[in-house]
């Protein structure tokens, strides 16, 4: 979803990618012509990763969602829109995790498999704090956006027709960072539920371009449905994170 998504957008050529290009030095007219060869990249690197995933793509996939994240803040973007985007590659990396595979140059392009059975307690507790942390992170810098009262977002808020903008924006960000924090502490599955709920609904908020916005962000999705998951594997999975 994410890199379907991703790559959408890349074809239809969004107009602010122009400026992660130029933090490599690459003009608009050049990102311009760049932008549906990504997107197909991405398109193509999603449909492999759905239909016969290899290791070296889920770990391209890591590489590439930390990249485009920085991109953000490298061109002038606040922080917080790096970590809003953590599922990006907190996904592969969680699969990676959930999947291993043999440490050879071989095995990298062998086909992820899940292990038969019950997860190791070693395997599941690292793939809790990989869930947990990415989770932590893109409500965190969701709802930091919301605190700095990030345009987009108040846009949103004004084509559902509220009025006080900024204390929607206040209330939304809270609600995220207590969630956030609630995941980093003590994780509760029927918070998790709530949370993966809420996100599913509140990225359906764009005015523009709100299926490709949504489907674009199936990793902050996947993670904490995964997350919701393994809550139910073993009691042992809700051993706080901050200490």
Same mark, same amino acid.
């Given at each position: 979803?994410?890199? %379907? @998504?991703?790559?959408?957008?890349?074809? %239809?050529?969004?107009?602010?990618?122009?400026?992660?290009?130029?933090?490599? +030095?690459?003009?608009?007219?050049?990102?311009?012509?760049?932008?549906?060869?990504?997107?197909?990249?991405?398109?193509?690197? +999603?449909?492999?990763?759905?239909?016969?995933?290899?290791?070296?793509?889920?770990?391209?996939?890591?590489?590439?969602?930390?990249?485009?994240?920085?991109?953000?803040?490298?061109?002038?973007?606040?922080?917080?829109?790096?970590?809003?985007?953590?599922?990006?590659?907190?996904?592969?990396?969680?699969?990676? %995790?959930?999947?291993?595979?043999?440490?050879?140059?071989?095995?990298?392009?062998?086909?992820?498999?899940?292990?038969?059975?019950?997860?190791?307690?070693? *395997?599941?507790?690292?793939?809790?704090?990989?869930?947990?942390?990415?989770?932590?992170?893109?409500?965190? +810098?969701?709802?930091?956006?919301?605190?700095?009262?990030?345009?987009?977002?108040?846009?949103?808020? *004004?084509?559902?027709?509220?009025?006080?903008?900024?204390?929607?924006?206040?209330?939304? +960000?809270?609600?995220?960072?207590? @969630?956030?924090?609630?995941?980093?502490?003590?994780?509760?599955?029927?918070?998790?539920?709530? /949370?993966?709920?809420?996100?599913?609904?509140?990225?359906?908020?764009?005015?523009?371009?709100?299926?490709?916005?949504?489907?674009?962000?199936? @990793?902050?999705? @996947?993670? %904490? /449905?995964?997350?919701? /998951?393994?809550?139910?594997?073993?009691?042992?999975? *809700?051993?706080?994170?901050?200490?």
């Amino acid at each position: 979803m994410c890199l %379907i @998504g991703h790559g959408a957008f890349g074809i %239809i050529t969004k107009a602010v990618w122009c400026n992660y290009f130029a933090v490599v +030095g690459i003009d608009q007219e050049t990102a311009y012509q760049l932008m549906p060869v990504v997107g197909m990249f991405d398109i193509i690197m +999603g449909i492999v990763i759905l239909v016969y995933p290899i290791r070296a793509v889920a770990l391209w996939l890591v590489f590439w969602g930390i990249l485009t994240a920085a991109m953000r803040p490298l061109s002038g973007e606040p922080f917080a829109e790096l970590l809003e985007r953590a599922g990006n590659f907190g996904a592969p990396l969680a699969l990676l %995790i959930l999947c291993p595979g043999e440490k050879s140059l071989k095995g990298w392009f062998k086909k992820l498999e899940a292990p038969l059975g019950t997860l190791s307690p070693k *395997t599941l507790k690292i793939l809790m704090i990989c869930l947990r942390t990415t989770a932590f992170l893109l409500l965190a +810098g969701h709802g930091w956006l919301n605190l700095i009262e990030k345009k987009g977002l108040l846009a949103q808020y *004004t084509s559902l027709g509220f009025h006080n903008l900024q204390t929607v924006a206040y209330v939304f +960000g809270a609600i995220e960072l207590i @969630g956030a924090f609630s995941i980093a502490i003590k994780p509760v599955r029927s918070v998790v539920l709530f /949370l993966l709920i809420w996100k599913m609904e509140t990225e359906l908020f764009y005015p523009h371009w709100e299926i490709v916005e949504w489907v674009e962000r199936g @990793g902050s999705y @996947g993670v %904490i /449905l995964a997350l919701w /998951l393994s809550l139910g594997i073993n009691k042992h999975a *809700t051993v706080p994170l901050l200490k």
